[in-house]
């Protein structure tokens, strides 16, 4: 039974800073594409960023230079470190994974993802 696990969500204020780890279970980790994604209210889920097993990340244009994705194979963790937080990245983050091995580069599409987190709650106020 694979489970991801996200934690580190809460409360800012605008310019802070929360790091959200997703603890993977069940599922070989170190051998595929994990990804964090975020959903607004009433709005459409989106892709935040991506890192294949090698280091090759992606970003969401709108958090570039603010949040930094990685991974610790040995530990089984995903983390997204999220600075200069804004109103406006307020959301759910989930963790995703894919579970067959993934040939191209790191991918944002959440069709190309097999397991998803129960999400955490992010909200950053003015």
């Known amino acids: 039974q694979v489970q991801l696990v996200e934690s580190g969500g809460g409360s800012v204020q605008s310019g802070g800073s929360l790091r959200l780890s997703c603890a993977a279970s069940?599922?070989?980790?170190?051998?595929?594409?994990m990804s964090w994604f975020r959903q607004a209210p009433e709005k459409e889920r989106e892709g935040v960023a991506a890192i294949l097993k090698d280091g090759r990340t992606t970003y969401a244009d709108s958090v570039k230079g603010r949040f930094t994705i990685s991974r610790d194979n040995a530990k089984n963790t995903l983390y997204l470190q999220m600075n200069s937080l804004k109103p406006e990245d307020t959301a759910v983050y989930y963790c995703?994974?894919?579970?067959?091995?993934?040939?191209?580069?790191?991918?944002?599409?959440?069709?190309?993802?097999?397991?998803w987190g129960q999400g955490t709650q992010v909200t950053v106020s003015s």
């Open positions: 995703a994974a894919r579970s067959a091995y993934w040939y191209w580069g790191p991918s944002l599409q959440q069709s190309d993802y097999t397991y």
């Open positions: 069940g599922y070989t980790y170190s051998s595929n594409l």
